[in-house]
């Protein structure tokens, strides 16, 4: 059974940045894919970042050049560096693992104040 507990959310103001890290516990396999959706009040959960396990990475269009994902092997972790940050990116963010299954943290609140 894959565990996921996020850490890191926050408020912050436009402009600022957070940093998000997602630890899994279990396992979670040597071939698999960590990464990171959210969503905004109202709307669907969309995706921020992706890494998998060799480090091949994959962004949202709106967070290139501002969000940075990387991911600790030994430790089972995951990290969201967020840069930059927009009012609009306010929601929760939920970290993922993907590997035989889909498993979900169970989120962390991101609030960018104007």
């Known amino acids: 059974q894959v565990q996921l507990v996020e850490s890191g959310g926050g408020l912050v103001q436009a402009g600022g940045s957070l940093r998000l890290s997602c630890r899994a516990s279990g396992s979670i396999g040597s071939s698999n894919q960590m990464g990171w959706y959210r969503q905004a009040p109202g709307k669907q959960r969309e995706l921020v970042a992706a890494i998998a396990s060799d480090g091949s990475t994959n962004y949202g269009d709106s967070v290139k050049g501002r969000f940075t994902i990387s991911r600790d092997n030994a430790k089972k972790t995951v990290y969201l560096q967020m840069n930059s940050l927009k009012p609009e990116e306010t929601g929760v963010y939920y970290c993922?693992?993907?590997?035989?299954?889909?498993?979900w943290g169970q989120g962390t609140q991101v609030t960018v104040s104007s």
């Open positions: 993922y693992l993907r590997n035989l299954r889909l498993n």
